[in-house]
């Protein structure tokens, strides 16, 4: 029913708590907002919708229909009656407040999703949904806590401000003639202190202030004009337009083409995105501006220069169809946003849109002859892939982290998973659950889960990996340029470790790590190759590949064949000076990872590559090697038990000669010696010398360092400065060139070099020498000039990063003789 009473009007439902008295501005108001009422209520019992009403300026009520589902199922639980455990749980949350969550406010304030019961028990994590109260639990309940105190508090602050409006007015702008004249929304105050904008409404008045309007006992209040004098703020962003200029965009322009919409700011601040309209600008800037005594402001590319900025997203998305995502489907079925790109890169999330596109690709579109792009999936297929999921968050409670305590803290974002995996990392979101599982929640039959660590807990136990990225620098690789070059992901790690995988944010570093970092006390750490990065780092390959088949190998018929795995490279490079001999990474080549432009190079015609050897041919080729091993089993050694236990890779040769050091591996054996092995005739090989018993040769060389500390020098300072390999060795001999490493050094003699009283040794020139002599040096770079088609240049190489820029620039042919563009190169060579 509703009850009308002056300027006073009051709903009231059977059953249900009374609503508080709603008070309008005049009786007339009041009666004809109760006749719209019966007349709205009517219809929306009819049509399954829920009538609420609230004042509103110049006494317009607000009506808001609530979905006839939520009713629906309202009237399904009222009809069903509750159990005697269920009716003690309902009385436990009244008598009990204590063990019981309160998420009511959080879900109406949309911090919660519906899904999220509005009671939660701390201790068992059941929880409860008020659709499915009782009765009498609504007029008992009443709102929370929380939001008891904070009407309170908001009441007695509203009390000062309409209590300072009248004593003190010069404080205070009025907005009421502004707001009748259309210069000022609807929705602005009518009054707003000048100083901390602290706004008031007449709509909310208290029943005292409304009186003293209505006997015009007011005092004059300073009106508000259209250049909005009232906020400080602007007043300092008009300053700042005119005395900062590099960092506002100015839009006048493309508002004038069209390129964007005629409401769009004129002026928009590069870092905040503060915008400032030329409609609202102070009289003096008014006058600056028309006069032409401005400053000239950076201006944004057109739609023009939009399109040519894209134009490799859109080769991208052509040439490489793989790594981009459609989404006009869902689009097409209003399941995203319009406003949603309808391609997005799976990698570096850009996106495109079909209006954008070039008039030759946008004819492509519309023709349907386009590359087959991976379809994002709709939501019913997104419930049917995270099926398994699902399962497992039921089934294996341990394997996933709760993030529903944290969400609902505000320590992590509303839209983080509520639960996550420990082992494969993907999350879950309640309210993209499937029925049945919605179920499940809303009933409580559901397991414990551990809940997530915390911020703090989380940086407490990434400490030691941050004391780790500066102490073991050698073990980690640094993101940072590449994600602000957007070749990767901005979530990648900035930091990440090569043996684990695991990832350091710089967002979440302690202090100590931010002021190493701001005062550039860091350690050396090598850049990380991101997949882009890779293919950009291939590029020399590809162009290797085109130019110098006799480099490489095909494996594309082992592939077809099976021979070898799916995964096999289709091109291996040969083992020649640029390959293993280098140093440098080994050549491999995949079609599917080759960029654009080498697409289309490798569609037209291509030159005859080497096929790549079978294993079989592989294996014939190591026939003489495998009859040395039979014949002079005393000269290779046999590292099968090393590689079980762990002492060597697992990629170590089974056998290695003793002086040539040729490898074997047991893979490799030709078909009539593997079954001679399997029938037992295997050749007795001696075992190759463990790792403590290869320190312990070296015991006499350490004596000599600590003994004789004159014949060795200190390669320590080369080592950590980066002018020689990481593998060089710490200290070295200076007649025989015999090195020693400190990884290798046995306990005893590691604590004496250490320590305090050590010996001191002299340190190798920090510049690159050479064992030739003079004579010898010049006549190889008289060679180089004389005879260049017997050398190979890779300066070329270096450049591109094909090669180790410690590798030489110039190798012969013939002898493998290196020469550095160095000190050692002659006068007349230089010139």
Same mark, same amino acid.
């Given at each position: 029913?509703?009850?009308?009473?002056?300027?006073?009007?009051?709903?009231?439902?059977?059953?249900?708590?009374?609503?508080?008295?709603?008070?309008?501005?005049?009786?007339?108001?009041?009666?004809?907002?109760?006749?719209?009422?019966?007349?709205?209520?009517?219809?929306?019992?009819?049509?399954?919708?829920?009538?609420?009403?609230?004042?509103?300026?110049?006494?317009?009520?607000?009506?808001?229909?609530?979905?006839?589902?939520?009713?629906?199922?309202?009237?399904?639980?009222?009809?069903?009656?509750?159990?005697?455990?269920?009716?003690?749980?309902?009385?436990?949350?009244?008598?009990?407040?204590?063990?019981?969550?309160?998420?009511?406010?959080?879900?109406?304030?949309?911090?919660?999703?519906?899904?999220?019961?509005?009671?939660?028990?701390?201790? @068992?994590?059941?929880?409860?949904?008020?659709?499915?109260?009782?009765?009498?639990?609504?007029?008992?309940?009443?709102?929370?806590?929380?939001?008891?105190?904070?009407?309170?508090?908001?009441?007695?602050?509203?009390?000062?401000?309409?209590?300072?409006?009248?004593?003190?007015?010069?404080?205070?702008?009025?907005?009421?003639?502004?707001?009748?004249?259309?210069?000022?929304?609807?929705?602005?105050?009518?009054?707003?202190?000048?100083?901390?904008?602290?706004?008031?409404?007449?709509?909310?008045?208290?029943?005292?202030?409304?009186?003293?309007?209505?006997?015009?006992?007011?005092?004059?209040?300073?009106?508000?004009?259209?250049?909005?004098?009232?906020?400080?703020?602007?007043?300092?962003?008009?300053?700042?337009?005119?005395?900062?200029?590099?960092?506002?965009?100015?839009?006048?322009?493309?508002?004038?083409?069209?390129?964007?919409?005629?409401?769009?700011?004129?002026?928009?601040?590069?870092?905040?995105?503060? /915008?400032?309209?030329?409609?609202?600008?102070?009289?003096?800037?008014? %006058?600056?501006?028309?006069?032409?005594?401005?400053?000239?402001?950076?201006?944004?590319?057109?739609?023009?220069?939009?399109?040519?900025?894209?134009?490799?997203?859109?080769?991208?998305?052509?040439?490489?169809?793989?790594?981009?995502?459609?989404?006009?489907?869902?689009?097409?079925?209003?399941?995203?946003?319009?406003?949603?790109?309808?391609?997005?890169?799976?990698?570096?999330?850009?996106?495109?849109?079909?209006? /954008?596109?070039?008039?030759?690709?946008?004819?492509?579109?519309? /023709?349907?002859?386009?590359?087959?792009?991976?379809?994002?999936?709709?939501?019913? %297929?997104?419930?049917?892939?995270?099926?398994?999921?699902?399962?497992?968050?039921?089934?294996?409670?341990?394997?996933?982290?709760?993030?529903?305590?944290?969400?609902?803290?505000?320590?992590?974002?509303?839209?983080?998973?509520?639960?996550?995996?420990?082992?494969?990392?993907?999350?879950?979101?309640?309210?993209?659950?499937?029925?049945?599982? @919605?179920?499940?929640?809303?009933?409580?039959?559901?397991?414990?889960?551990?809940?997530?660590?915390?911020?703090?807990?989380?940086?407490?136990?990434?400490?030691?990996?941050?004391?780790?990225?500066?102490?073991?620098?050698?073990?980690?690789?640094?993101?940072?340029?590449?994600?602000?070059?957007?070749?990767?992901?901005?979530?990648?790690?900035?930091?990440?470790?090569?043996?684990?995988?695991?990832?350091?944010?710089?967002?979440?570093?302690?202090?100590?790590?931010?002021?190493?970092?701001?005062?550039?006390?860091?350690?050396?750490?090598?850049?990380?190759?991101?997949?882009?990065?890779?293919?950009?780092?291939?590029?020399?390959?590809?162009?290797?590949?085109?130019?110098?088949?006799?480099? !490489?190998?095909?494996?594309?018929?082992?592939?077809?064949?099976?021979?070898?795995?799916?995964?096999?490279?289709?091109?291996?490079?040969?083992?020649?000076?640029?390959?293993?001999?280098?140093?440098?990474?080994?050549?491999?080549?995949?079609?599917?990872?080759?960029?654009?432009?080498?697409?289309?190079?490798?569609?037209?015609?291509?030159?005859?590559?080497?096929?790549?050897?079978?294993?079989?041919?592989?294996?014939?080729? @190591?026939?003489?090697?495998?009859?040395?091993?039979?014949?002079?089993?005393?000269?290779?050694?046999?590292?099968?038990?090393?590689?079980?236990?762990?002492?060597?890779?697992?990629?170590?040769?089974?056998?290695?000669?003793?002086?040539?050091?040729?490898?074997?591996?047991?893979?490799?054996?030709?078909?009539?010696?593997?079954?001679?092995?399997?029938?037992?005739?295997?050749?007795?090989?001696?075992?190759?010398?463990?790792?403590?018993?290869?320190?312990?040769?070296?015991?006499?060389?350490?004596?000599?360092?600590?003994?004789?500390?004159?014949?060795?020098?200190?390669?320590?300072?080369?080592?950590?400065?980066?002018?020689?390999?990481?593998?060089?060795?710490?200290?070295?001999?200076?007649?025989?060139?015999?090195?020693?490493?400190?990884?290798?050094?046995?306990?005893?003699?590691? %604590?004496?070099?250490?320590?305090?009283?050590?010996?001191?040794?002299?340190?190798?020139?920090?510049?690159?020498?050479?064992?030739?002599?003079?004579?010898?040096?010049?006549?190889?770079?008289?060679?180089?000039?004389?005879?260049?088609?017997?050398?190979?240049?890779?300066?070329?190489?270096?450049?591109?990063?094909?090669?180790?820029?410690?590798?030489?620039?110039?190798?012969?042919?013939?002898?493998?003789?290196?020469? !550095?563009?160095?000190?050692?190169?002659?006068?007349?060579?230089?010139?």
């Amino acid at each position: 029913g509703i009850v009308c009473q002056g300027r006073s009007l009051q709903c009231v439902r059977v059953g249900c708590e009374t609503m508080p008295a709603q008070r309008f501005r005049t009786a007339c108001a009041a009666q004809w907002i109760a006749s719209l009422a019966l007349v709205v209520g009517l219809y929306g019992r009819l049509a399954g919708l829920q009538l609420v009403i609230r004042p509103s300026y110049l006494g317009r009520p607000l009506l808001r229909a609530q979905s006839s589902v939520r009713l629906a199922a309202r009237r399904r639980k009222e009809e069903a009656p509750l159990s005697p455990k269920e009716e003690k749980l309902w009385r436990s949350v009244l008598d009990e407040p204590e063990k019981w969550k309160d998420g009511r406010e959080l879900k109406r304030r949309g911090r919660l999703p519906l899904t999220i019961p509005d009671f939660l028990n701390k201790e @068992t994590g059941r929880g409860l949904f008020l659709e499915s109260a009782p009765p009498w639990f609504p007029m008992k309940a009443g709102p929370s806590p929380e939001v008891l105190l904070k009407r309170k508090a908001k009441k007695n602050i509203h009390k000062v401000h309409w209590k300072l409006l009248f004593e003190k007015p010069e404080m205070w702008l009025d907005y009421r003639k502004m707001k009748i004249r259309g210069e000022a929304p609807i929705r602005h105050p009518d009054f707003k202190h000048k100083e901390n904008d602290d706004p008031l409404w007449l709509s909310m008045a208290p029943e005292t202030v409304n009186a003293r309007f209505e006997l015009g006992l007011e005092p004059k209040w300073e009106e508000a004009s259209v250049f909005y004098k009232e906020v400080g703020a602007a007043a300092s962003l008009w300053s700042s337009l005119l005395d900062q200029p590099e960092a506002w965009i100015d839009y006048r322009d493309l508002k004038a083409v069209g390129d964007v919409p005629s409401q769009y700011p004129d002026f928009k601040h590069r870092e905040s995105s503060e /915008s400032l309209w030329l409609n609202g600008a102070p009289s003096d800037v008014s %006058e600056r501006i028309a006069l032409g005594r401005v400053p000239k402001w950076p201006t944004p590319p057109g739609r023009a220069g939009i399109y040519a900025a894209q134009q490799p997203l859109w080769s991208s998305l052509f040439g490489e169809p793989d790594k981009w995502m459609d989404y006009r489907a869902l689009k097409a079925g209003g399941e995203i946003s319009p406003n949603f790109p309808d391609f997005k890169h799976r990698e570096t999330r850009d996106g495109l849109w079909r209006d /954008s596109a070039p008039a030759a690709l946008a004819a492509k579109l519309a /023709s349907g002859h386009v590359p087959a792009w991976k379809v994002a999936r709709s939501k019913d %297929e997104r419930f049917k892939a995270a099926r398994p999921l699902w399962t497992s968050l039921l089934e294996q409670p341990y394997d996933w982290y709760d993030y529903r305590k944290l969400k609902s803290s505000g320590n992590v974002s509303a839209k983080f998973p509520d639960f996550k995996s420990r082992k494969g990392g993907q999350g879950l979101w309640l309210d993209g659950a499937a029925d049945e599982v @919605t179920a499940r929640f809303a009933k409580g039959r559901v397991p414990t889960w551990q809940e997530a660590p915390s911020w703090e807990e989380r940086a407490k136990s990434a400490l030691p990996l941050w004391k780790s990225l500066f102490e073991k620098h050698e073990k980690w690789q640094d993101y940072r340029s590449q994600k602000q070059a957007r070749l990767i992901s901005e979530k990648h790690p900035d930091f990440r470790c090569k043996e684990s995988g695991t990832g350091l944010w710089l967002n979440s570093a302690p202090e100590f790590v931010t002021a190493k970092i701001a005062a550039k006390q860091t350690p050396p750490w090598k850049e990380g190759r991101s997949p882009a990065l890779k293919k950009l780092a291939a590029v020399p390959l590809w162009n290797s590949l085109l130019n110098q088949p006799d480099m !490489w190998l095909d494996c594309r018929g082992l592939k077809a064949e099976g021979v070898v795995s799916a995964n096999y490279p289709d091109f291996k490079q040969q083992d020649t000076e640029s390959g293993s001999e280098s140093g440098a990474e080994s050549g491999a080549l995949w079609l599917n990872e080759a960029p654009v432009e080498m697409k289309a190079k490798l569609s037209g015609k291509l030159p005859k590559w080497p096929a790549a050897p079978s294993p079989a041919e592989k294996a014939e080729a @190591t026939r003489p090697l495998w009859a040395s091993l039979f014949n002079e089993p005393c000269m290779w050694l046999d590292y099968r038990q090393l590689k079980t236990f762990g002492d060597v890779s697992i990629r170590h040769p089974d056998f290695k000669h003793r002086d040539s050091a040729e490898p074997l591996w047991l893979g490799t054996i030709p078909e009539d010696l593997a079954e001679s092995i399997a029938a037992g005739k295997m050749p007795s090989v001696p075992a190759a010398p463990t790792r403590a018993e290869i320190m312990e040769t070296f015991r006499p060389l350490w004596n000599s360092l600590l003994t004789q500390p004159r014949e060795w020098l200190d390669c320590r300072r080369r080592k950590a400065a980066g002018n020689v390999s990481p593998k060089y060795p710490d200290f070295k001999q200076k007649s025989t060139g015999e090195g020693l490493w400190l990884n290798s050094a046995l306990a005893e003699f590691s %604590e004496k070099i250490h320590a305090k009283g050590a010996p001191t040794w002299a340190l190798e020139p920090m510049t690159q020498t050479s064992d030739r002599s003079e004579e010898e040096e010049e006549e190889l770079w008289m060679s180089l000039f004389e005879e260049p088609e017997n050398w190979a240049d890779y300066r070329l190489n270096k450049t591109e990063g094909s090669v180790k820029s410690k590798y030489p620039d110039f190798k012969h042919k013939v002898s493998k003789e290196a020469l !550095w563009l160095g000190s050692s190169k002659p006068l007349w060579g230089a010139e």
